[in-house]
C-alpha cells in the first residue's frame, strides 16, 4: 500500500486570511486536528491544534506564567510567543515549511517521517497541491485491513474499486467526507471515521456493494455520540 491508498481525502483547507476563531471552529466541527493553508490553489503552511493551544483569549497564553515583574521586562515570553499567541490570521500562527509525501510514497516511508519528525500526520502532495492526509490513525487502520504476505500478488483492483466507490459517495448529501475514509484491500472496503445515523452506514454499504470486485464491506466506523468530546 502507499499513502493515496489510505490517506483522508479531500482536505478540508482554509486561506492564509482564515480567522483563528474560525479556524477553531472548522476543527470542532470536522472533529478533525489540523488543517493545511492553501494560497492560489497551493500548500503554503498548517495549522494545528497546537498551534492553537496558547491563546490570550482563554487566559493560556505564556505571558499569563510567571511572576508579573517577569512578565514586565520580558523575561517570559518572546515576540514569536507573542504572535503565536494574540495574531487573528491563519497566516500569523501556521507553521510554514509542511512536511509532505507524494501519493506514492511507501507506508514504511511515511511511518518513518512521522517518527523521525514526531509529528501526528503528514500531507500528501503533488506539484504544490494538497490531496489528502495521512495520520497516525491511518497507519493503524492499515494494520486491520492489511494480510500477512502470502506470496501472491494482489491483482491491481482495489484502486480502481476505491476511485469507483468514492465518487459514487462524493456525489452523495449524507456522506460525510470530511470525517469518514475508505480503504480497499483484497477488495474488501474498509469505512473509518465516523457516521451520523444507522440509515448513513446502510447506504455506505449498499454503494460499496455495488461495486464491482467488491467482496465484502467492513464498517468501523463510530456513531458521533459514541466519540468522546476531548480529542
Request: no cysteine.
Amino acid at each position: 500500500m502507499y499513502a493515496k491508498d489510505i490517506m483522508t481525502s479531500p482536505v478540508i483547507s482554509i486561506g492564509p486570511d482564515t480567522h483563528v476563531r474560525e479556524i477553531a471552529a472548522l476543527l470542532l466541527k470536522h472533529r478533525i486536528s489540523g488543517v493545511p493553508v492553501v494560497e492560489a490553489g497551493r500548500l503554503v503552511g498548517f495549522v494545528s491544534e497546537g498551534d492553537l493551544l496558547h491563546r490570550q483569549e482563554n487566559g493560556t497564553d505564556r505571558s499569563a506564567r510567571g511572576s508579573w515583574w517577569l512578565r514586565l521586562i520580558g523575561a517570559d515570553g518572546s515576540p514569536a510567543d507573542y504572535v503565536k499567541s494574540h495574531a487573528r490570521r491563519a497566516r500569523d500562527i501556521m507553521t510554514r515549511g509542511v512536511v509532505t509525501v507524494g501519493p506514492d510514497s511507501a507506508l514504511a516511508d511515511v511511518a518513518s517521517l512521522l517518527e523521525k519528525r514526531r509529528i501526528k500526520r503528514v500531507v500528501v502532495a503533488s506539484g504544490g497541491e494538497a490531496l489528502g492526509i495521512v495520520s497516525r490513525a491511518n497507519l493503524v487502520q492499515a494494520i486491520v485491513v492489511m494480510r500477512p504476505a502470502s506470496g501472491e500478488v494482489t491483482p491491481p483492483v482495489d484502486g480502481a474499486i476505491q476511485g469507483r466507490l468514492v465518487a459514487e459517495l462524493e456525489r452523495q448529501p449524507w456522506w460525510r467526507r470530511v470525517s469518514s475514509n475508505v480503504i480497499v484491500s483484497e477488495g474488501v472496503v474498509h469505512l473509518w471515521g465516523f457516521v451520523g445515523s444507522e440509515d448513513e452506514r446502510a447506504a455506505a454499504r449498499v454503494a460499496a456493494e455495488n461495486v464491482p470486485g467488491v467482496r465484502s464491506v467492513e464498517d468501523h466506523r463510530l456513531a458521533y455520540a459514541e466519540f468522546p468530546s476531548e480529542l
